[in-house]
């Protein structure tokens, strides 16, 4: 599992050698964020003049955009822009880089590797290969892929998408004088790079071009703004929902309690299925903009009656105790009454 990696500018560090079995010398990397189980992760890379790389596959999934410079990809010239989308085990042609150039490189699902070949792993998902240049051949489109959407001025190209995950590669775009002032998070780890540009954010202040982002799910960020625009190249690992609130000192763990919640509300049946265990608190878990204190409350207003009719003495139904105590939960189904012992 990757840790959460923020703020995080890669012009502040300095490049160190690549040196692994069959990789070809003249490659320089910044690492960005490191998965310690499976080797995966995502680096700046620098490729010097001269740099040539022999065909073959890698045992991960892999994705690079240049950044700066050029890369010729077998027949093709790689520019500014051109992403590559290589599925594990696609043989890639010869690449070399004849003035050098700067890119950014992920390999997703294990550590990076280079397989000598002309030749296609037979097991290898041929047809999810794709590239393209991200700056000249795709339209720039609304940011509203999800519900609810981000604010006007935020902008994307899709790059690449999972029907089963639903993880996304995607560039968005800030346009000059962006501004949305809510707090969000995601079910889902996000990924970001700046790749030109200036934005800002409550939590860290501006970031510049190089500035990086690995964020798991449920972590806080926001809001945003960005005086002069920026481009940068986003990554899911899997469903992106937009969770918005005004709460920033919000943990991680409301935060996930909060998103169950809004699966309770919505499908009670679906949160019992995929949430319980031995048994389901009454009112399923806590939903902090429910359940916190409102402006007035404290002003003898009724907050005891909620809108549902019913009085609630506490979110679920039962008292907590000090960690070690013992404590019952009382069922109205007989007389029947189980303990748990808390360590």
């Known amino acids: 599992m990757r840790p959460h990696i923020e703020p995080f500018c890669d012009r502040d560090e300095g490049f160190k050698h690549l040196r692994l079995p069959n990789f070809a010398s003249g490659m320089h990397y910044k690492m960005l964020s490191f998965d310690g189980d499976t080797g995966a992760c995502s680096m700046t890379v620098q490729f010097d003049g001269g740099y040539r790389r022999t065909p073959g596959f890698a045992w991960t999934e892999m994705e690079m955009i240049i950044i700066e410079g050029e ?7 790689c520019r500014k822009g051109h992403y590559l989308f290589v599925p594990a085990g696609y043989a890639m042609p010869e690449m070399t880089s004849p003035k050098g150039c700067l890119a950014l490189v992920m390999y997703n699902t294990g550590e990076p590797s280079h397989e000598e070949s002309t030749q296609h792993h037979p097991l290898a998902q041929v047809d999810l290969y794709h590239d393209v240049d991200s700056y ?28 089963m995950s639903q993880a996304m590669t995607f560039l968005y775009c800030m346009t000059p004088g962006f501004y949305q002032d809510n707090i969000s998070y995601h079910d889902c780890a996000e990924e970001g790079y700046h790749l030109w540009g200036t934005s800002w954010m ?17 972590i806080n960020h926001g809001a945003f ?5 920026c481009i940068a190249l986003g990554r899911t690992d899997s469903k992106l929902f937009n969770h918005f609130h005004y709460n920033p000192w919000s943990t991680p763990v409301q935060n996930a309690d909060r998103s169950a919640a809004r699966i309770y509300q919505r499908d009670p049946l679906l949160y ?12 399923g878990p806590e939903d902090f903009e429910q359940t916190m204190l409102r402006r007035g409350d404290e002003e003898g207003h009724d907050t005891e009656h909620k809108s549902d009719g019913h009085t609630h003495d506490h979110w679920h139904g039962h008292h907590h105790h000090a960690d070690g105590s013992e404590h019952q939960h009382h ?11 808390h360590d």
């Open 136 to 163: 000249m051949d795709i339209p720039w489109a609304m940011g509203n892929v999800t519900k609810p959407s981000v604010a006007a001025g935020c902008l994307i190209k899709l790059l690449n998408f999972n029907p």
């Open 202 to 218: 409550m939590q860290f202040g501006d970031v510049p071009t190089g500035g990086y982002f690995w964020r798991p799910a449920y």
């Open 272 to 283: 019992k299925w995929a949430f319980s265990e031995d048994h389901n608190h009454p009112h």
């Open 331 to 341: 069922h109205h189904d007989g007389d029947s009454t189980h303990t748990h012992d």
């Open 71 to 77: 890369m010729q990809v077998g027949e093709k010239t």
């Open 225 to 229: 703004a960005s005086e002069y625009g």
